[in-house]
Structure formats: C-alpha cells, structure tokens
C-alpha cells in the first residue's frame, strides 16, 4: 500500500495547496480518482478553477456549485475500474455567496437587502480572500453533509498560499470587530436613512472620510454592513466551524510543488507554517519533475561523445543502410544536437536533484510525478499522473 | 519587429501582468534593466510586495519609498496604507496618521472593505509617481510595475472608472480623472502581459486582453511568451532522428558512445514533446490575440537572480532590435 493511499483511506478531507501553475488542479483530480479506485467509497473532488479541456473531461462545464457524479463508462474508457463513485463540482463563488446571505440573514427582506446592495457585488467578487474563505466555507458545508467518503479540495490561488487558512479567523474577526460597530454606530443611532448621530469619538473621522468619500457613498457603505451585521452570530459560529473542520483530525493536507526554486520556497514555507499552526501535513507532491536518466553518468558521458565525435559516429552510421542516415552530415548535426539538448535538460535535473535534497519540514509522505510528455487534459492524463502518486 | 514593439520602452507606464508562477517579476526587472542600459532611469513597482524584485538584482527587500537597486534602476514596494497617508498628506493637508491610532485604522478599516478603495490606493500611487516624471519632479522616467496577477490586475486598472461609478461626488471623484487620463493614453501606458506557452497561461492570457479590452480602456502593449523551448529539429532532421531510434541503429550506437546512449536519445524525445505541446498552445495564443509577440527562450543554466535578469533582458534587447 501506498503512502498516500494509507493517508486517503484515514482521513475524510484532503487539502490541496501550493502556489499557482504547479499543477495542484490535476493531482487534486488525479487523488480523488485513485481514491475512488483502490478505496472505494463515495469521493468528491472540490475543484476552484479547472483548466477548460479538465472541466469538460470531469463533466463539469457550465454546472455551477451542483456536483455531479463522473459517469463510470467515461472512466471505464480510460481504462480504470472504480470500485466506488467518482464526484466532481466546482465552485462558484458568486453563487456561494448568495446562499450564504440567504442562509444567514435574520429575514428575507434583509437578504435580499444585501443581494440587491450596489456595494455587495463589488464586495463578494472583489473582496479581500472573499474566494478564500467561501472556498472552506463550502468545504465545511459539503461535509457536515456527510454525503461523502471523501473530499478532496484544490485551493484557489492566492499570493500565499497561507492565506486561506486564516480566512475563517479573519472574517470571524472581520464581523466581531469593534470598528465595524463603531463606523456604523452613527447610522445605527441615526435611525433612518440619511440621519446619522455622530460621537465625539467618531465625529473626525467621519469629517475626513466625509471629504474624501462623500456622504452618500459612507451612507451605502453603512447601511450594507448595517444589513451584513444582522448575519453576525450565524456567520462567526459558522467560521468557527469552518476553522475547527481545518484542524479536525480527519483533515489532511496535501502540498503540491514543482522543483522550481520560487515555487519550491512558497511551498518549504507553507510545510512550515502547516506544521506551527497544528494543521495536519500529510504528504508532499513534486510535481513535473524530469526524469532520473537525465542524472546518469552514462548519460552525460554518451551525451558528450556524441558531440565530440559526432562526424566519425555519423560516417559509421551512413554504412548502415538507411536512407534517414545516409548523409553524414545531417546526421552529425542531429547527434550534436540531442547530446547538446541532453546536457542542458541534466544541468536542470541536476538543480532539482540538488533542491529535492535540501527539502526540510517535509511530511512522511512524499509523491513525485514527473514531466508527462503532453498536457495533463483528460482522464488519461489523471491516471498517468494516479500511477506516480500511488505509486510505492 | 513591429513598430509597437520597438516603441515599448519609450512609454511612461509598463505594467506587466500574467498568471502566477510564468516570471512575470523576472520580465518585468528585464524590462528595467533594458530601458537602464539605454540610458533611462527606472522606478520599478513591486505590487505584491513579496520581495521578489529587488531579489532580481540580488538585493534585499526594499519599502516603500523608492530606493535605487542597480544602476539606473530604482525600486519601491507598494503598500496601500502608505499610499493612503501620502495621498491624505499630499492633497488634503491631513496630517500624518501614525499619531492619530483609531482614526488611522478607521481608515484603514474603511479602504480593505469598501470596494476598489485598495486598487485605487495603488493605481493612484502609481499614477503620482508617472504624473511626478512627467512634469520633471521625479528622479525617474518611466515606471515599470509588476503588477498585479491576472486575476486581480483588471480590478486595479478599473479602479479609477470603478469608483467614478461609486461615488457621485467628493474629491476621490475628481481625482480619478487625471489617473484615467494617464493610463488610457497609448502614449505613455502600456498593459503588458507575461504568459509561458502552456495550457493555463494560455488560456488566461487570451481571457485577461479580453477582458481589459472590455472592461477597460487601458491601452494594451504586448504578449510575451517565456521560457520558449528550442525546436531541436527540423522535418528532414526528424526523420533522421527517428532512425536513431530503430533497434539497431541504437545498438550501434550504444556500442560508439556507451550505454547511456539510449538516455541521451529518451531525453531528446522527451524535448521534442514538450516543445510540441507547447507549440500547440503557442499556434492557439496567435491564434486568439492578435497582440505583437515577443519570445524568450527557456534558460537552462540559470532559473533566477541578476545573472537571470541580465540574461533576459539581452533576449529582450534582441527581439525589440536593440
């Protein structure tokens, strides 16, 4: 048994996470799949922003935040036989949004207060980690379901990767903050719209953001978090309960990198953080990685001959009686050119060699998979990658 | 080389974007190395403070305040609640907010969650720095910023449009005027964007030009793809490389060069591969933007730091003809 398929069998929620570009979507699939293959059981995977040929291979164009089962004759057709199900869905955040108003607002009219607000939009799409948070908002809520066996999440881009984990602390602060009951104080104490009673306290700021905002747009402001602060209980127990779902013992997480020094750094500092903040880091995956026979000294040595003695080997070569080999010197140019080419992807292997051995902080499990020769588009793709996650 | 192309260092203003992860920080400080070496003085923008700047010149983080890193080349973090002291500071005579504590967090408060209030902040700041050269104040003249990733640098650039939308009155109002002003004129601002020839990349870069050709009125420079793989061979050369890899020609071989002939000839294919998917996603980028663009090989030797940088902006220097 795997490493990785002991720690999928143990655990319910496994986090995918790393820096943009290094493949965290495919392996987050390619994971759900071998899940759902050697264990069995009911297997989601949670996917924030699938390249385009991926969605579609999954079945997920255009679905929204439903989830829908992967039909067991497309994944037959790629050659896998599952013995459990295989459940795809993406997030929408707009629409994960919406529902949390919904779900949490004291009434209807409030709700669609908030929905229909001109700040709300702005707000949700643009604002501060917002993907962050409702990505682990709709962990949280596909779980306490218990509709699955299993979850596996890819995590949205961030400029760190740490900031989703502190997502659910920060809106929980966001929503408690004394400040926010102390800017919409004056309009909580005002009553109606347009009149706002203002304290000694809050009497300068509001003459400094009066001149440079305009009172009608503090007024929107304050009546959107006027609205958005009736949700406040609801919203803090509920990223509360996002938060101890993180730290629950039966979530994982997954740290996917390349060995590329940045996001290889991005990811050596992520373990580091997982590990002082108590989460659980249950395995590392190095991702597009070359091959190991680019390292051999064999290599290297038959590289250099050929491009040494490229004009001998190719005038030997002529003798053989092949029309692709009978002028020399277009031979010569070829065997220059792959002993040439040779060598530079080696002095890359050697640095990922040499980065791979430098790794600290790293968890039991370590994966690696290596540069697939076409892009990872299909479910081929997710099972090539499944046979080096799992493999021993 | 297109006339668009070989004008790009004569703007004011480069942003240059791209998904996370294709170098765009690395183009970027290639950029202002280039435009260093023809005698322009430099103030690179580093928009996700990350330090990755100044580590292209193997110097150590810089703030705020812009601080010259190599020769010709000066560099600042940005850094929104700065840019809001400055800008109250600056235009409204309020003074510094550091002794004022609960006013300055109020504010500080108010800017992370009003939309578009942090965008603003550091468009605006970047707006000042370009006004600032322009008008002869400055100790730079031209701003290259390292902006924002695809996913965030079209709510930046709309910004100041944004706000207008927002907010019907009040001098924020007005002072978003200068700003669209300077960054929707060709002639000082160019939008450019970073991409490498894979999949995702791709598929961004072809969605962001559409976007900020939509959602903006930020004029677009160019396209420029990194780490392009070299094609090994062409059609006549591939045949013969595919003799090579006959059974018996390979054994004749192995017996020439050793055994680790086989290697060098896995290696070989697995480059031409890679260069072939990648190719695809290059023919379906021309395809879908007709943008001018510009290639930088992929370097073997080295994958970051002022060897890296220098290197980059020579193969920038060479296909601007410079």
Redesign the interface.
């Known amino acids: 048994v795997s490493g990785l398929e002991q720690l999928l069998a143990t655990k319910e929620v496994v986090v995918f996470c790393g820096?943009?570009?290094?493949g965290k979507t495919s392996a987050a699939a390619s994971a759900a799949l071998g899940a759902s293959c050697r264990l069995g059981g009911k297997v989601l995977v949670l996917t924030i922003d699938p390249?385009?040929?991926l969605a579609s291979a999954l079945g997920l164009e255009g679905i929204g935040n439903r989830a829908v089962q992967v039909r067991p004759e497309i994944l037959k057709a790629a050659g896998v036989e599952p013995r459990g199900e295989l459940w795809a869905a993406m997030l929408d955040t707009k629409q994960s949004w919406d529902d949390l108003v919904l779900r949490h607002a004291k009434d209807e009219e409030t709700a669609y207060k908030i929905l229909d607000n001109?700040?709300y939009h702005?707000?949700t799409s643009?604002?501060?980690q917002s993907h962050d948070y409702i990505a682990m908002e709709r962990l949280y809520e596909i779980h306490a379901t218990g509709e699955y066996d299993l979850i596996v999440i890819d995590t949205p881009?961030t400029?760190n990767a740490i900031d989703f984990l502190e997502a659910p602390a920060r809106m929980a602060d966001?929503f408690s903050?004394r400040?926010?009951r102390?800017?919409t104080l004056p309009y909580r104490v005002g009553g109606k719209r347009g009149t706002r009673v203002l304290s000694v306290?809050s009497k300068?700021?509001y003459q400094?953001?009066?001149?440079?905002?305009?009172s009608?747009?503090l007024e929107?402001?304050a009546e959107f978090?006027l609205n958005f602060q009736s949700m406040y209980d609801g919203f803090v127990a509920r990223s509360k309960a996002v938060e101890r779902l993180l730290h629950d013992r039966r979530t994982t997480f997954t740290v996917v990198t390349t060995l590329?020094?940045?996001?290889l750094h991005e990811a050596e500092r992520f373990c580091k953080e997982l590990i002082a903040r108590k989460f659980h880091l249950g395995a590392l995956v190095l991702n597009k990685t070359l091959?190991d026979?680019?390292l051999?000294?064999?290599?290297?040595?038959?590289?250099t001959?050929?491009v040494d003695?490229a004009g001998p080997?190719a005038a030997?070569?002529a003798s053989?009686d092949?029309p692709?080999?009978a002028?020399p010197a277009?031979?010569a140019?070829?065997?220059r050119?792959?002993?040439d080419?040779?060598r530079?992807?080696?002095?890359?292997a050697l640095?990922e060699s040499e980065l791979r051995s430098e790794l600290a902080h790293t968890p039991d499990v370590i994966a690696r998979v290596p540069?697939l020769?076409?892009?990872i588009?299909d479910l081929d793709g997710l099972v090539e990658i499944g046979r080096w996650l799992f493999a021993d | 080389v297109s006339a668009q192309q070989a004008d790009l260092l004569d703007r004011r203003l480069l942003f240059f974007t791209g998904k996370g992860g294709v170098g765009k920080s690395t183009v970027a400080a290639a950029t202002a190395l280039l435009a260093a070496r023809v005698g322009r003085r430099v103030l690179l923008v580093e928009v996700d403070a990350k330090g990755d700047i100044p580590a292209q010149f193997e110097r150590a983080p810089v703030g705020f305040a812009p601080k010259e890193i190599h020769p010709g080349v000066l560099a600042m973090a940005m850094d929104t609640e700065q840019s809001l002291q400055e800008y109250l500071r600056l235009n409204l005579r309020v003074p510094v907010l550091g002794r004022v504590g609960p006013l300055a967090r109020a504010l500080d408060f108010v800017a992370s969650a009003a939309p578009g209030v942090k965008e603003i902040l550091t468009i605006g700041k970047i707006c000042w720095e370009v006004r600032e050269s322009i008008e002869g104040r400055a100790d730079f003249d031209m701003v290259v910023v390292d902006a924002a990733a695809t996913g965030h640098i079209v709510a930046q650039l709309g910004a100041p449009e944004g706000i207008r939308d927002l907010v019907d009155v009040g001098p924020v109002r007005a002072q978003t005027q200068w700003l669209s002003e300077i960054l929707e004129d060709p002639a000082i601002t160019a939008v450019n964007v970073v991409t490498t020839p894979e999949e995702m990349p791709v598929a961004e870069t072809i969605e962001l030009v559409q976007r900020i050709r939509t959602e903006t009125s930020v004029p677009l420079g160019s396209v420029i793809v990194n780490r392009v793989l070299p094609e090994l061979f062409t059609t006549a050369d591939e045949e013969t490389f595919a003799a090579l890899t006959e059974p018996h020609v390979n054994e004749r071989l192995r017996q020439r060069a050793g055994s680790g002939s086989t290697a060098v000839i896995d290696g070989a294919r697995l480059a031409v591969a890679l260069r072939r998917t990648r190719a695809q996603h290059l023919e379906e980028l021309r395809n879908a933007v007709d943008l001018p663009l510009m290639y930088l090989p992929y370097l073997f030797v080295r994958d970051h730091g002022l060897r890296v940088t220098r290197m980059v902006a020579d193969e920038l220097g060479e296909e601007l003809g410079l």
């Not at chain 1, 400094?208 to 305009?214: C, K, S």
């Not at chain 1, 051999?296 to 590289?303: Q, Y």
């Open positions: 820096s943009g570009g290094v390249a385009k040929r001109r700040l702005n707000l643009r604002f501060v881009p400029r966001f903050s400040l926010l102390w800017l306290a300068p700021f400094i953001a009066d001149r440079i905002l305009g009608a747009f929107d402001i978090f590329e020094a940045a996001p091959p026979y680019l051999s000294p064999e290599g290297a040595a038959a590289a001959e050929l003695h080997i030997e070569l053989l092949n692709a080999l002028d277009r031979t140019r070829v065997l050119t792959i002993g080419s040779y530079n992807f080696s002095v890359v640095r540069t020769e076409a892009d588009g």
